[in-house]
């Protein structure tokens, strides 16, 4: 088990082994938020890297009120989207607004789509959505922003953050579908 406020200490302190500690100790859980928003596992480690610097630079601002793990994760995420958003010209985030219109997936009749699949699959697809899906999707559904801060982060509308996640649902939902068929064929 970690010894926290020693480690943390520790990397203030410009101690190797306790960096190292830190390190290795979050390199998982962290490693994995990152590949939520990026392409490929090659840019991931890029914007953890970059993430792992700034956890070690602010160390010292780090005020103890919540979780030391989320506040390593939030600085996983803001890094993220920053990569992304630098990157924005390369990936082409796309403007959809309101009038492309919205895409309504049944809870109800798709609930029995996700028994079939393992988290990992489901992660692995999410990989093949465009970056404008993939990066409001991430931020909606798995780390719980609103759209009106998705929209603030990304520096899109509203509508836009609402109809790159109902695309994003509607992709995932034709790819869970066709992997369930393969399954079944």
Same mark, same amino acid.
């Given at each position: ?8 200490? =520790?990397?203030?302190?410009? &101690? ?7 390190? #290795? !100790?979050?390199?998982? %859980? ?70 492309? =219109?919205?895409?309504?997936? &049944? ?7 996700? #028994? !079939?699949?393992?988290? %990992? ?65």
């Amino acid at each position: 088990m970690l010894n926290q406020d020693i480690i943390i200490k =520790g990397c203030i302190d410009g &101690d190797r082994r306790s960096q190292q500690a830190l390190y #290795e !100790h979050f390199y998982g %859980k962290m490693m994995a938020v990152c590949m939520r928003y990026a392409k490929d596992p090659d840019e991931a480690l890029d914007m953890f890297q970059e993430a792992f610097i700034k956890v070690f630079k602010n160390l010292p601002k780090y005020g103890k009120k919540g979780s030391f793990e989320g506040w390593i994760r939030r600085i996983m995420v803001n890094t993220s989207i920053d990569h992304i958003r630098k990157n924005k010209k390369h990936n082409q985030m796309l403007e959809l607004d309101d009038k492309h =219109g919205s895409f309504v997936i &049944d809870e109800e009749e798709d609930a029995g789509i996700l #028994e !079939h699949v393992s988290f %990992k699959d489901l992660l692995n697809m999410v990989q093949f959505l465009s970056p404008a899906y993939r990066t409001v999707f991430n931020m909606y559904i798995v780390d719980g922003f609103t759209h009106q801060e998705i929209a603030d982060e990304l520096k899109i509308n509203i509508g836009t953050s609402k109809s790159n996640l109902a695309k994003a649902k509607q992709k995932l939902k034709k790819m869970l579908l066709a992997k369930i068929e393969k399954m079944a064929g």
